[in-house]
C-alpha cells in the first residue's frame, strides 16, 4: 500500500431529485472529502475514476428505490470489477448513507448492499458509532434519529423538497463524515508506522 501525507476521500453518490444530493455534501463537510456524483446515465467522469483510485476513503450514497439503491448506483458498482479484478482499491476505508421518503423504506438493504460491495473490494467498513435518539423526547432534528449503526439514513416526504430535509439527518451525515476521515488517518497512521517497522 502506498502513503500520502495528505488525506484524500470522496463521496460517491447518485441522487434522483436532490435530496440525497444534501446528504452527500452533508458527509462531504464532515469529511473534507470531494463529492463525485453519479449521473443520471449511471456515469463517472473519467477523472473521478482517478480520484477513486488516490482515495483514502470512499463513502458511497444513494436514495433506496425498490428496496435497494438506484440503478444508476448499480451500473458504477459493476463497472468496477475492473478494479476489483486489480485489488485497486483493497484497504481502502469506505462508508455509505442512503435517503428514502418512508420511515422504514427498506433503507437498510441499501447500507447492506454498499457494505458487500466494500467487502468484495476488500475494504474496511466503518460504522456509525453514535447511538440512536430513541426517547420520548426525541425530535425530528435529534441526531441519528432514524436508529442506523452501518451508516446514516435518512427521510424525507415523498412531497417535500430537499430544503426541507431534516436538519438533524444532515447533521448526523457530517458527524459520521468526521468519523469516516477521522478513523481514515488513524488507520493509516498506524499502517505507516507498522510498515516503517517492517523496513528497519
Request: proline fraction near 2%; charged fraction near 20%.
Amino acid at each position: 500500500m502506498s502513503f500520502s501525507s495528505e488525506l484524500k476521500g470522496v463521496v460517491i453518490y447518485h441522487s434522483g431529485y436532490g435530496h440525497t444530493q444534501r446528504v452527500a455534501e452533508a458527509v462531504a463537510d464532515g469529511a473534507n472529502a470531494k463529492l463525485l456524483p453519479i449521473d443520471a446515465n449511471g456515469e463517472l467522469s473519467e477523472t473521478a475514476w482517478s480520484d477513486i483510485s488516490k482515495a483514502h476513503f470512499v463513502i458511497l450514497g444513494s436514495p433506496t428505490y425498490m428496496g435497494g439503491p438506484s440503478w444508476q448506483f448499480k451500473k458504477f458498482a459493476d463497472a468496477s470489477s475492473k478494479q476489483w479484478f486489480e485489488d485497486k482499491w483493497k484497504n481502502k476505508v469506505f462508508g455509505g448513507f442512503t435517503n428514502s421518503s418512508s420511515i422504514n423504506g427498506d433503507k437498510l438493504s441499501t447500507l447492506q448492499y454498499f457494505t458487500l460491495f466494500a467487502a468484495q473490494h476488500r475494504g474496511i467498513w466503518v460504522g456509525m458509532g453514535m447511538k440512536s435518539s430513541n426517547t420520548k423526547a426525541s425530535q425530528r432534528d435529534d441526531i441519528n434519529r432514524m436508529g442506523s449503526f452501518l451508516g446514516p439514513m435518512a427521510q424525507v416526504a415523498a412531497d417535500a423538497g430537499p430544503e426541507e430535509m431534516s436538519q438533524g439527518d444532515l447533521d448526523t451525515a457530517r458527524l459520521y463524515g468526521v468519523r469516516v476521515a477521522g478513523l481514515t488517518a488513524k488507520f493509516y497512521s498506524f499502517e505507516t508506522e507498522l510498515s516503517l517497522r517492517e523496513i528497519s
